[in-house]
């Protein structure tokens, strides 16, 4: 991600998310080196998006998201794999990221990728439509293909 894709991550952002973004926390976590990363730059603006930051030896995903005329055809899934395999080139031992109870399509993304939900975190997002819970997952850094058999990886939230 280049600073000039900032403002069309945050206009997408602003579009989907549930708990949008501004667009000078975006031009910060640039600012901070975090991990930032867009599926497509076009002069027409981008189609999905991804940022983590490191924190010691925890990995952190800030906002994934994808234009929703790009959905299903493995843009997040490309997004997130990317990270993964960014994440093992660093000292870290987890991955960490929040997902609101509702959100089916990030759900399924996350555990099958090898998430596990470990926690939940009361009213943690709030908007026009009311407040939702957040679901902490968690992963280790590990390879992807080597989590996909770990017989203790669950198919749906137990929360
Ligand atoms: C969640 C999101 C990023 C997924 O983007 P995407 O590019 O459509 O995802 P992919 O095409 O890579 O699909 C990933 C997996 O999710 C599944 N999926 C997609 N939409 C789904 C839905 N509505 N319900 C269940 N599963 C769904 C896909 O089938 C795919 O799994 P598969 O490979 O086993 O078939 C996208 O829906 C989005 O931007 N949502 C709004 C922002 C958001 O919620 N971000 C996450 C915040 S925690």
């Excluded at 549930?18 to 991990?35: K, R, V």
């Excluded at 899934?77 to 080139?89: A, G, I, V």
């Excluded at 943690?124 to 407040?131: D, H, Q």
Aim: glycine residues 8%.
């Amino acid at each position: 991600m280049i600073v000039d894709d900032i403002p069309h991550v945050a206009s997408l952002d602003q579009a989907i998310s549930f708990h949008p973004w501004s667009l000078a926390m975006f031009q910060e976590e640039l600012t901070l080196g975090s991990y930032c990363r867009v599926a497509v730059a076009t002069t027409d603006g981008i189609e999905g998006y991804l940022l983590a930051r490191l924190l010691w030896d925890e990995w952190h995903l800030l906002a994934v998201g994808v234009a929703p005329e790009k959905r299903g055809l493995g843009l997040a899934r490309t997004l997130m794999t990317d990270w993964l395999n960014h994440t093992l080139t660093t000292p870290s031992r987890t991955a960490f990221l929040e997902v609101g109870t509702s959100n089916r399509a990030a759900e399924h993304l996350y555990l099958s990728l090898g998430f596990i939900p470990i926690g939940r975190r009361k009213n943690y997002y709030s908007g026009p439509l009311g407040n939702e819970d957040a679901i902490v997952m968690a992963r280790p850094i590990q390879r992807i293909g080597s989590l996909h058999d770990t017989p203790q990886n669950p198919t749906s939230i137990p929360f």
